[in-house]
């Protein structure tokens, strides 16, 4: 199974038993492509976390590889890379030494653990309920407004308005706030201003796919 994704950090962090449960004798991964959205120190340790998990789950994962490999400073149209140059020099970025440091140096002996309390730090659960995450607002090749954003967290209550933003081709993502929930629902208003057949999209950063997504042309579009 050949897996590509570009994702952001909170969900390398939340998805670090992905492959936990995926069958000993099932289809083996072949990641051929992966890499957190950004080049910072939080995005290799978040693609450094991912890689443990990876490595937990070697009976389902038999290859991974990051990329891009090469950007040029003065040509730059993708982010993140791992090595960064110009007509004089190469600079590696923070994912780098993180794929060096793995490469470098292989564990061969598994500790025995035991945790006899829990502590607040302590994480139990395999897969984490409460890890926030990014809302965001996508347009694409459009001037598109959003207004009435109420966004209700159904596990803790919490309930956010934000404000009204639009969106351009120039400016086509922004995030307008984080949850801690897993369950919540979104309300809003959208309406193309001006460019081409407008598809504005709802995302939340832990998750692969968008939260809902709509199509401008028959008018207004209401998510409730």
């Known amino acids: 199974m050949d897996e590509h994704y570009y994702q952001a950090p909170e969900w390398f962090i ?27 120190w939080f995005h290799a340790l ?28 003065h040509y730059e149209n993708w982010r993140p890379d791992m090595i960064w140059l110009d007509n004089c ?26 945790i006899s ?16 995450g990014d809302i965001v607002l996508e347009a694409n090749e459009s001037q598109v407004a959003f207004e009435n954003i109420v966004i209700a967290e159904e596990d803790t209550e919490k309930q956010h308005t934000c404000r009204e933003t639009v969106l351009s081709p120039e400016r086509s993502r922004e995030k307008i706030t984080s949850v801690d929930s897993r369950n919540y629902t979104i309300r809003l208003h959208a309406r193309e201003l001006s460019g081409k057949k407008a598809s504005p999209s709802v995302s939340d950063s832990r998750m692969r796919k968008t939260v809902c997504s709509g199509d401008l042309a028959d008018g207004p579009m209401r998510i409730l």
């Open 89 to 114: 020099t190469a600079v590696p970025s923070p994912s780098y030494h993180v794929q060096k440091l793995f490469m470098n140096h292989h564990g061969d002996v598994v500790l025995a653990q035991e």
């Open 46 to 73: 978040a693609e450094a976390s991912y890689m443990v998990g990876m490595q937990n789950a070697a009976h389902a994962v038999k290859m991974a590889c990051y990329a891009p490999l090469f950007c040029h400073l």
């Open 117 to 132: 309390e829990k502590g607040p730090s302590v994480m139990m659960s395999r897969y984490p309920d409460s890890l926030p």
């Open 14 to 40: 939340a998805n670090h038993h992905r492959y936990d449960a995926f069958p000993e004798n099932g289809p083996k991964v072949f990641l051929g492509e992966y890499a957190s959205q950004d080049n910072t």
